[in-house]
């Protein structure tokens, strides 16, 4: 160990967390140890000191991706330091009235740095994986999955297709065939090689002239941008909802599904002649696109029941749609089902499953848990801002999970892999008092608690977040001005394990409610 690489020494810092705060604090610091063993000290080094692993002690980076650095899993006893400016309302009261999920007593107390991030949906586990996790605490029974980007239909969240199957068979309407298996396809178009990489694709949202129906391409720099369009614009059925949407690349087709919307009609007042307005309302939708056809397709995907801010999530080869509530105001405590293989089965509600506590702008996750399979999370929402509920899939129990620091709607959400633990990120939102949150935290799924991450650099609602070349982004949403007024945002910031950047690129227009999916470039072009 070299003087000349160490930035500071300090015998007073009596825990690794705090240790590994100062080096966080401390531009040229790349790389902390502390030692507890005999008597409790704390280095900051400049460069990545030549060292044997010892007993005792924690290092660890200030920040990802340093791969000089021996990489070692930090134990942090709580969250870095980060601003509480404009981060919203943060609560205390953490009272939930369904049954609470205990702790996972065979994981220590400590919380975890959020150095390394990893969204699931685009990480491919690293060869020396084994050697990257050495605390010997670590959970046993875990173990990340392998995912192969290129055969993206197995990458479909994780989420076993086997339970989901049986669920959907079960219902009424639905015969027992076993759904269809993709042919092995030798055109060009299978030809992982010939076109590598993905598109990543801005879908629907509003802006201040309603419904946005262009599709267009977000211009990370990673592709060449077509002259026109790769995908055609939403058809005019397509928009006459808020224009908010769900969109996903199932491995076969882009599918998206867009909310109800209103109808008026005239009504006979009496047997004496006259009419009077009523307001009716049409469920949601979803529709696919033809890539060979260039054209947007009905696939039977009309919901049941009409769900005002309610949420689409995918699960493997299903859609689900959760919550929201009734032109009326009621929260839809029925979830519905629709099979993106057997789409002329159309929408399905699952009676053993059901949510007793709907509500509307919440946020929605599925993940799977080494221990319970796959869950499903619903964070916030309009009069449960601060609630996480999850749902077991196999047994459709509920459980009430702690709450966010910070109550929120109109957020965004996904799942992520920090340091190695699987958990979800959430952003920005509204709490009811400040409209432009800037706060972000993470739900670590292995001990049941959240850590507050840096703040965004703006604060928005009704944004997008999703990974984008292996890094977390978020992008577009809206704002409120100093006047009053609704803005809406195209910028992208982009989270690099220790701060959010602004991207060098944006939207093609600012626009809240849309969804941003990526699709291999192979099965556009070719």
């Not at 629709?338 to 053993?352: E, L, S």
């Amino acid at each position: 160990m070299k003087l000349e690489n160490i930035l500071m020494l300090d015998s007073n810092v009596t825990t690794p967390s705090d240790c590994q705060t100062l080096c966080f604090g401390r531009e040229k610091c790349i790389k902390f140890s502390h030692f507890s063993s005999t008597s409790s000290r704390c280095v900051l080094f400049t460069k990545c000191p030549d060292m044997k692993s010892c007993s005792g002690c924690v290092s660890g980076p200030a920040y990802p991706r340093i791969t000089s650095c021996q990489r070692i899993s930090l134990r942090n006893g709580g969250a870095l330091p980060t601003s509480n400016a404009n981060r919203g309302r943060k609560i205390d009261s953490r009272q939930n009235e369904l049954p609470r999920q205990s702790q996972n007593q065979e994981v220590s107390d400590d919380g975890e740095d959020f150095g390394e991030v990893e969204n699931d949906a685009d990480a491919a586990a690293d060869n020396n994986d084994d050697d990257y996790y050495q605390y010997q605490d670590q959970d046993p029974e875990y173990e990340d999955d392998n995912t192969d980007e290129d055969d993206y239909e197995d990458e479909d969240d994780n989420i076993d297709d086997g339970l989901l199957d049986e669920v959907f068979n079960e219902l009424p309407g639905v015969d027992n065939k076993k759904p269809p298996v993709k042919k092995s396809n030798t055109s060009s178009t299978s030809c992982p090689t010939c076109y590598p990489g993905y598109y990543y694709c801005v879908m629907g949202g509003f802006n201040r002239f309603g419904p946005v129906s262009e599709v267009s391409l977000l211009n990370t720099g990673a592709y060449p941008i077509p002259r026109s369009p790769l995908i055609a614009p939403f058809p005019s059925f397509m928009t006459k909802g808020s224009g908010s949407t769900f969109s996903t690349f199932t491995g076969r087709s882009v599918m998206t599904c867009t909310p109800g919307y209103p109808v008026t009609g005239l009504t006979p007042a009496s047997t004496f002649g006259g009419f009077f307005t009523q307001q009716s309302y049409i469920p949601g939708t979803c529709n696919s696109y033809n890539v060979a056809r260039r054209n947007w397709q009905s696939t039977g995907g009309k919901l049941n029941t009409v769900r005002l801010g309610g949420s689409t999530v995918r699960m493997g080869k299903y859609l689900v749609s959760i919550g929201g509530v009734s032109p009326s105001g009621y929260p839809i405590t029925s979830i519905e089902m629709f099979d993106t293989r057997r789409a002329q089965i159309g929408w399905k509600p699952v009676p053993r499953w059901s949510f007793p506590a709907a509500t509307r702008d919440s946020c929605t996750v599925t993940m799977k848990h080494p221990r319970n399979g796959a869950e499903m999370y619903v964070i916030g929402g309009e009069g449960q801002e601060s609630a996480v509920m999850k749902m077991v899939l196999n047994t459709g129990q509920w459980f009430s999970l702690p709450s966010m620091y910070y109550p929120r709607r109109q957020h965004a959400c996904t799942k992520v892999d920090m340091n190695g633990r699987p958990g979800i990120m959430i952003s920005g939102g509204s709490d009811g008092v400040y409209t432009n949150m800037t706060s972000v935290e993470f739900f670590d799924i292995y001990r049941n608690s959240w850590t507050e991450l840096p703040n965004m650099f703006r604060g928005r609602r009704s944004h997008v977040m999703t990974s984008i070349d292996n890094s977390i982004a978020i992008a577009g949403g809206t704002a409120n001005t100093p006047e009053g007024d609704t803005e809406y945002l195209s910028d992208v910031e982009v989270f690099d394990g220790r701060r959010w950047k602004r991207a060098a690129y944006t939207m093609d227009t600012g626009r809240g409610g849309a969804n941003l999916i990526k699709i291999p470039i192979r099965n556009l072009v070719a």
